[in-house]
């Protein structure tokens, strides 16, 4: 009984190997002595006073022997039963069964039998297993017009009499019992085998996913316990799934991110090889061009390194109370001058009155930085602007642009680590990291990061701050 299945089947069989031949015994004895004898024993009893009734309308039954002896034998092959007739005195007039004509004449000692003499009616059960035993016996008195006793009439019957009713109720029963056992072991394999596919069916998907042949989630149904089972499994799939897709865009990304710079310093590289060494002009316009693209590669290291940071689950926070209208301040002015290299207006909204909020003040302003990076690259043209006010119970910064906008099929993805708009072209893009990122390093704080926008239409990017310190 090494399997699940096994064992289940055999604690729904072992109880009831016990209880069904106990329920058996006990519902024998009951319906054989309850029902059964008492059924006979009431028939007899109506048997008896007929007789008794007879009895007293033939007064030559009392003088003549031929006649008593008719009697009882017709009253023993109406009522199936044995029968005896006995005078006032308690003395045997006739017998149904052979044997006792020795004893014709004679009073026998039975029990009840004076009581019955003195006018009352006897019915007695005994309940016995022996076959020759009498287990049901009748004294009927029979009384005469002027209500005195003229004799007893004494009907019995024999355990033998009435065992093929008995042995037809024990087998009624017995199939009964059998039936209700087999339909509890069916009942019990059928519950085991389901339980034993759908845990086979998790099993043989967590080995799909160990294998890599396939990612498939399972339908949630079956007991409470099993679609729990499978909640947690479609759960786990659903985060390799991420987990996955990450992957695949992190190294797509990482291709293209290094390719390109690689490729220009290669090219760079062959033409002062093969001659443009020579034109100090080339040279050094060849040597600008590899700057460049070495410096194009600092911003990808740098996101891998807070990417590196997210993976080992460093986001540990330095917190320290900071004048958040001071540090805002602080914080933005370096992109005031990114803003107006390129072009754009802007503009910043921050009243003395913001509160004091115990923050990490570099990690938020990595947070901060990656917006107003982003709001500027997307900005052909326009303005950006830092806001921020206390609203409810929490503080609230908004960085917003008049960019290009975010398709709203792009909105919740673009939060994904790697995920990056192939919309338009116009703009260089980075790993796909800083929204993730920020929205981790906000996240940490107890906020959250929220995006409205509209293509061509400029975003919105809300960093929510409780004014309570942590709150999920
Ligand atoms: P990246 O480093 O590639 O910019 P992000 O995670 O910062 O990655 O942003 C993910 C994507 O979200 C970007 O590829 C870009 O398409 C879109 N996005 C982010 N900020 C803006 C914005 N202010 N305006 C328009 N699109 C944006």
Do not use: C
Request: aromatic share 6%; net charge negative.
């Amino acid at each position: 009984m090494r399997t699940l299945r096994g064992r289940l089947i055999l604690s729904h069989i072992l109880p009831l190997l016990l209880i069904v031949p106990i329920v058996g015994f006990a519902l024998v004895y009951v319906l054989e002595t309850q029902v059964l004898l008492a059924d006979f024993s009431h028939e007899l009893a109506q048997h008896g006073a007929l007789s008794a009734d007879l009895a007293s309308a033939r007064p030559a039954i009392w003088s003549d022997a031929a006649e008593a002896h008719q009697f009882v034998t017709l009253f023993s092959i109406r009522s199936q039963s044995s029968v005896m007739l006995f005078d006032a005195q308690g003395n045997l007039l006739a017998a149904s069964e052979p044997g006792y004509d020795e004893r014709l004449g004679q009073p026998l000692t039975l029990p009840n039998l004076s009581a019955a003499l003195a006018g009352e009616q006897q019915v007695q059960v005994d309940y016995t297993r022996s076959v020759q035993a009498e287990i049901i016996q009748v004294l009927m008195p029979v009384v005469g017009p002027n209500q005195q006793i003229m004799g007893v009439v004494r009907m019995s019957q024999y355990l033998s009499d009435v065992q093929d009713q008995l042995t037809r109720l024990r087998y009624v029963i017995a199939a009964v019992l059998a039936a209700g056992f087999v339909l509890a072991v069916v009942v019990g394999l059928v519950l085991a085998l389901n339980l034993g596919r759908s845990l086979q069916q998790v099993t043989d998907a967590i080995y799909g996913v160990a294998s890599g042949r396939e990612w498939k989630t399972l339908p949630e149904e079956g007991p409470k316990e099993i679609r729990t089972l499978l909640v947690a499994f479609n759960t786990l799939i659903e985060q390799l799934r991420v987990l996955e897709e990450s992957r695949r865009r992190l190294l797509a990304n990482l291709v293209h991110e290094l390719g390109r710079p690689l490729g220009a310093i290669q090219s760079a590289l062959q033409a002062l090889r093969s001659g443009a060494e020579q034109d100090p002009e080339l040279r050094q316009e060849l040597l600008e061009g590899m700057d460049t693209q070495v410096h194009r590669l600092r911003p990808l290291l740098d996101s891998l390194t807070d990417l590196h940071d997210q993976v080992l689950g460093t986001l540990e926070l330095n917190r320290q109370s900071m004048a958040l209208g001071d540090w805002l301040r602080r914080t933005v002015s370096p992109w005031r001058q990114s803003a107006h290299d390129q072009g754009l207006h802007w503009r910043t909204e921050i009243p003395d009155s913001l509160p004091v909020l115990e923050i990490d003040p570099d990690r938020l302003a990595q947070a901060l930085g990656n917006l107003l990076s982003n709001a500027i690259k997307y900005t052909p043209e326009g303005t950006v602007s830092v806001e921020a006010s206390v609203r409810d119970s929490h503080v609230a910064i908004v960085v917003a642009d008049t960019g290009i906008g975010i398709a709203p099929t792009e909105q919740e993805r673009i939060f994904e680590p790697f995920y990056r708009s192939r919309r338009d072209k116009r703009f260089p893009q980075g790993m796909g990291l800083g929204l993730s990122i920020a929205r981790d390093l906000v996240h940490a704080h107890g906020g959250r990061l929220e995006v409205a926008s509209a293509p061509e239409q400029g975003s919105r990017f809300t960093i929510w701050l409780p004014l309570d310190g942590d709150q999920p």
